[in-house]
């Protein structure tokens, strides 16, 4: 019941949704560890407190979870050599519950990531190659996080080797993943022009593959190249196709509205005073700092 629930809403976005998770979560059978009688039982315990605690985004409660189920698994001597995923899956997710450690600590759960194909004896190309994309992929995210995309950036080309060499182990969601967070690196560092290509590549060859979040995200990074580069003439041709987007997509967020309004109005102003543009872009700071008080609305940040 709960996977299927976090099928159809992966995260919380309003009160009424919460109520669905708040109803299940509440079941007796999960008041308390001891309840479950089985191993089996018990990580289908775990498993669905960490999906209640991402849907409804309480990451220190999640990272509990994990923690628990990490340690429930150690406690079976088989457990990662039968279900190596698993063990791929839980460190990653820990890793970015874990984005604001310090680097010695991140660095180190990070090298149990890259280590753990060690520990198994089959299927050990397929496991090592999720297991390091992975540790790629948590490395990225984190230094973007931070704010640090100089460094971000230096890993782009090395990431991009790793990703032709292993093309076959990706699914054309993980593709897309990676290439954003290059792209997003790009931008960071102010290479617009190096990231360009990239991000014309996966609106126009993948966009209908791609969630409808990262869709708005990718779409916002390319109003961002766009707008640094001064074409402004594709500006608002971009702005009103990611407008569009917004209209069909009736779930998707006030602050992505705000932000494609900004570029659409920001691509009618060329030529205007710099003075004008930031006033305008002082206002939509303003719309987004109203939007950014529901709390449904923050987690975009």
């Not at 308390?32 to 209640?52: C, G, N, V």
């Not at 194909?117 to 995210?141: D, G, T, Y």
């Not at 995309?149 to 782009?156: I, L, M, N, Q």
Request: glycine share 2%.
């Amino acid at each position: 019941q709960m996977y299927g629930l976090c099928q159809d809403i992966p995260k919380v976005r309003d009160s009424h949704e919460k109520e669905y998770f708040d109803d299940l979560i509440a079941h007796p059978f999960l008041e308390d560890e001891r309840i479950a009688l089985s191993f089996q039982a018990k990580l289908h315990l775990w498993r669905i407190y960490t999906m209640y605690y991402y849907a409804t985004d309480q990451e220190e409660k999640e990272l509990g979870a994990y923690m628990e189920l990490l340690k429930l698994m150690d406690s079976s001597k088989d457990y990662a050599q039968e279900f190596p995923y698993d063990y791929v899956e839980i460190y990653a997710r820990i890793l970015s519950l874990k984005r604001e450690s310090t680097d010695e600590e991140f660095a180190e759960i990070l090298l149990s990531l890259r280590d753990f194909p060690s520990r198994i004896k089959k299927s050990r190309r397929n496991v090592n190659v999720k297991a390091q994309s992975e540790a790629i992929r948590l490395e990225f995210e984190r230094l973007l996080y931070l704010g640090r995309f100089e460094e971000a950036s230096e890993k782009v080309e090395e990431t991009q080797l790793f990703i032709q060499k292993n093309k076959t182990f990706f699914t054309t969601e993980e593709y897309i993943i990676f290439h954003f967070l290059m792209i997003y690196a790009g931008v960071g560092a102010r290479r617009y022009k190096e990231v360009l290509p990239m991000t014309n590549e996966i609106i126009n060859e993948t966009d209908s593959k791609i969630s409808p979040d990262h869709q708005s995200f990718i779409r916002i990074l390319n109003l961002m190249i766009h707008y640094e580069l001064k074409n402004y003439t594709y500006l608002k041709y971009a702005a009103d196709a990611a407008l569009r987007l917004y209209q069909r997509r009736k779930r998707l967020k006030t602050s992505f509205k705000v932000l494609f309004q900004l570029f659409k109005k920001l691509a009618k102003l060329e030529g205007q005073s710099a003075s004008e543009m930031i006033s305008y872009i002082k206002r939509a700071k303003s719309d987004l700092t109203i939007a950014f008080k529901d709390p449904y609305e923050e987690s975009f940040l």
